[in-house]
């Protein structure tokens, strides 16, 4: 079965999602037979290179909420991450454009390693206060996740895979979905949001019924 995850590296419920996908993918009697391919998506591309305010600043002002309103909504998400095991600190996290962690995700997807980087990019942005545009911070992330340090650098010169994450965010519109994380399910069934993990157990469950009931026809 095959799982395609379209999510944003600045998307804190993406983080939790993944978190809570990643229990039910674990307990799932099948999971060896289970193929997960990660997509980008950007949730603001319009967002430039280096934002000089904080992420309640910028949220403030994208979603024209007071920045009270938005600390609170951070206590929420803060408390939601907690009880994934995530350390969400919203005061040290430095706004930026996703796009070149993107990048990053595509090289890694070709040498077998998205996973790790996908989870060192959401954990770093979200955990650790790094700036997922600035170049030796990328550097690092994906030279300890193994990849070869001059290829990401020349990636990060070059921005060659950039069509590859644009690919993805049209393939997400194609496909209809507009706000993330979204799970496809073998091209066929669909959950969207950070779910319970009995969610996505479910769905599991179902998706397998149903791809092993048509190999019986």
Known sequence: ????????????????????FEKALAAFPHRDEVTVAWHSF???????????????????????????????MFAHVREQAAGEGLDYDFDSLVVANSVR????????????????VKEALLSAHFEHGTDIG???ALVRIGVRAGLDEQTVRDELVSG???????????????????SVP??????????????????????????????????RK
């Not at 430039?48 to 938005?70: C, F, I, N, W």
């Not at 060659?160 to 507009?178: K, N, P, Q, T």
């Open 1 to 20: 079965m095959n799982i395609d995850i379209w999510s944003d590296i600045a998307c804190p419920w993406c983080y939790i999602g993944k978190r809570r």
């Open 160 to 178: 060659s895979r950039i069509r590859a994450v644009e690919a993805d965010i049209d393939e997400a519109a194609a496909l209809g979905i507009r």
């Open 182 to 215: 979204t799970f496809v399910l073998d091209m066929t069934f669909a959950v969207s949001g950070a779910q319970p993990v009995e969610v996505f157990t479910a769905a599991l469950d179902r998706a397998w019924q149903a791809s092993h009931e048509d190999a």
């Open 134 to 136: 600035d170049t030796e």
């Open 101 to 116: 962690g993107h990048q990053l995700l595509h090289l890694a997807k070709e040498q077998g390693l998205a996973g790790e």
């Open 42 to 72: 950007q949730l603001d591309p319009s967002l430039p290179a280096h934002y000089d305010g904080t992420e309640a600043q910028y949220l403030s002002t994208r979603k024209g909420m007071p920045e009270e309103q938005v600390r609170q």
